[in-house]
């Protein structure tokens, strides 16, 4: 034992601690709160969302996900193969086996694995919040080398009060989170000409997803272009991420699964051609080879477009607009956010939008580092903060994701507001129906209900599934089923798709019991149990009919 002291103290948390105070105490102290209090805040409501059931599908698929792989079944997911063409085009069965990497590669997120066996479901917003944060240090160290400290200051403050930042923070847990850390970290490499590490970072920037490339050619074609001393890593990142996307998209990911081209690439870009399901190649010629389509598409609508691209800018101090570096960052992301279908893509609170963050903010960095005196202007600086006000107060009013229902109305006009106490009135009764609930059984759960449930390996969303593949390959009913009807009623009849899922819930729970498939096992305050080969008691039936008969309340 007398041998082993030597280690113990040359690893000493003594030594850790002291290690870590001398770098805290390299950073101005501004740095650090800004740092602590997106973290803190951004956790809170992390923690808010999925306590008061405001999270929603894509964080109980990840969660699922990350479970699945810490008990040794890497990327498998029930949840993420409901989302899989086989399942939701031609109406196969969800399958506990389905490997996630058919839809997206990010080979990254298992990173998260350790955080969730460590920290339960709250590993995933952990992980993601610290990782934003994080960036938002790298961003500083890369800014504080080229610009005055309060211009440097000033441009770290405003990525923690981007809508680019924020709402993609209190979204459900993503692999998009990567994006501004690795982002940022690759171009302080190329600025330093820094090769090794541009290496590096590039090979990590493409593990996020099988479609970060897209991002990391745009940065490739910035360093080509405006960075003479390092053309030959630039030439190499432009290479490189062209052929591992293409590699990646119309070699592997359709070996595994078809949902990438007959899905996820028609959903995006099936109204410029009719059939993008066969390829990136044939894709990428169909698109080019229609310009007045191309040019509809980059343009409509107008209004989305317009805010799309003004957005971003506004926190910058509207900077973005005016920088030749921005625009070749984030030159191919945009152009795919632009010519994509569907609202989401021209959202700049989601997480599609991490994309840009890189570019944003470094191509915002070198216009700042090439315009020195403006800082020194006190018009411009009270312009940014104006800018920064404003910025902030449209994502909150925006309400991204809904993550700030408690206080913020889903509807002013007319209005529709639930309140924190509704909210955790119905997440208790949500948490003492799931009680109920052997933790290991086979359950399709209700949508608000899925983060909460995630940690089973057959777990569905209700009602569109309730049967799926053991790891035999044996088709099975779930065990259990769990809804929530009175979840919806506060948005009937104003959001329709709010009141689709109350009229679809309601089908299928009374077909289920008329078909004695399942009885009513549990009934309460607005939660609905039912279980499989069970008897319905009187009373819960009487429960259920009346919940179900009574759609606007």
């Known amino acids: 034992m007398a041998g082993f002291y030597p280690y113990t103290n040359m690893f000493s948390f003594s030594k850790v601690k002291n290690e870590l105070t001398k770098a805290l105490e390299s950073y101005p102290k501004q740095v650090l709160w800004m740092a602590s209090g997106f973290f803190l805040i951004g956790l809170s409501i992390q923690i808010w969302r999925i306590e008061s059931l405001s999270a929603t599908f894509d964080q109980a698929l990840f969660h699922q996900l990350l479970w699945s792989s810490s008990k040794g079944h890497l990327f498998q997911s029930s949840l993420s193969s409901s989302l899989s063409s086989g399942v939701a085009i031609d109406g196969e069965i969800p399958s506990v086996t389905y490997l996630h990497l058919g839809q997206h590669l ?20 952990i992980l993601q919040i610290g990782l934003l944060s994080i960036a938002g240090i790298v961003l500083w160290n890369m800014a504080s080398a080229r610009l005055e400290k309060s211009l440097a200051l000033r441009l770290t403050l405003a990525y923690y009060l981007s809508g680019t930042v924020i709402g993609p923070a209190v979204e459900n847990f993503h692999d998009f989170c990567w994006y501004p850390l690795i982002g940022f970290l690759l171009i302080n490499s190329l600025l330093k000409e820094d090769r090794k590490g541009a290496s590096i970072y590039s090979i990590l920037f493409l593990l996020i997803r ?46 595994l699964d ?44 107008p209004g989305g477009t317009l805010a799309f691209l ?7 101090a509207l900077i973005p607009i005016f920088s ?14 632009l010519i994509s279908q569907g609202m989401s893509s021209l959202s700049v609170t989601l997480r599609y939008v991490m994309a840009l963050v890189p570019g944003l903010f470094a191509g915002t960095m070198l ?90 390996e057959a777990a569905l969303r209700f ?8 790891r035999a390959g044996k088709i099975k009913s779930v065990d259990w089923i769990l809804a929530s009807p009175n979840y919806y009623k506060p948005f009937m009849p104003l959001f329709q798709v709010e009141t689709a899922r109350w009229k679809a ?38 429960c259920m009919n009346q919940l179900l008969s009574k759609p606007y309340e």
């Open 463 to 470: 009602p569109e599934n309730i049967e799926y593949r053991d």
């Open 210 to 255: 099988e479609d970060s490339g897209i991002t990391l050619f745009s940065i490739g074609l910035w360093a080509l272009l405006r960075k003479k001393n390092i053309r030959i890593i630039s030439i190499f990142i432009l290479t490189f991420s062209f052929i591992y996307v293409l590699i990646m998209t119309s070699w592997v990911q359709p070996s």
């Open 258 to 301: 078809s949902s990438l081209s007959e899905r996820f690439l028609s959903e995006k870009f099936g109204h410029l051609t009719n059939n993008a399901s066969g390829g990136t190649l044939p894709l990428l010629w169909a698109i080019i080879s229609k310009p007045k389509s191309l040019l509809i598409a980059l343009v409509s609508p």
């Open 505 to 542: 819930i309601k089908e299928n729970l009374i077909s289920l019991v008329k078909q004695k498939r399942y009885g009513i096992f549990h009934c309460q305050n607005g939660v609905v149990v039912l279980k499989k080969d069970s008897p319905s008691l009187q009373g819960n039936i009487i």
């Open 367 to 456: 216009w700042l580092e090439a315009h020195p005196k403006c800082w020194s202007v006190l018009g411009f600086r009270r312009f940014w903060t104006g800018c920064l006000a404003l910025g902030l107060s449209l994502t909150l009013i925006s309400n991204p994701n809904r993550s700030f229902s408690a206080l913020v109305p889903d509807s002013f006009q007319p209005w529709v507001h639930v309140s924190a106490k509704t909210m955790l009135l119905r997440a208790n009764a949500a948490k003492k129906a799931i009680a109920l609930i052997p933790n290991n059984a086979s359950i399709s759960a209700d949508t608000p209900f899925l983060p909460l449930i995630a940690e089973r």
């Open 106 to 125: 990010n080979f990254l997120t298992l990173l998260g694995v350790p955080f969730v066996s460590i920290f339960d479901r709250w590993g995933g917003p």
């Open 324 to 337: 030749v570096d921005v625009a070749l960052m984030v030159a191919l992301p945009l152009f795919i956010a």
């Open 310 to 316: 003004l957005a971003p800018s506004i926190p910058l």
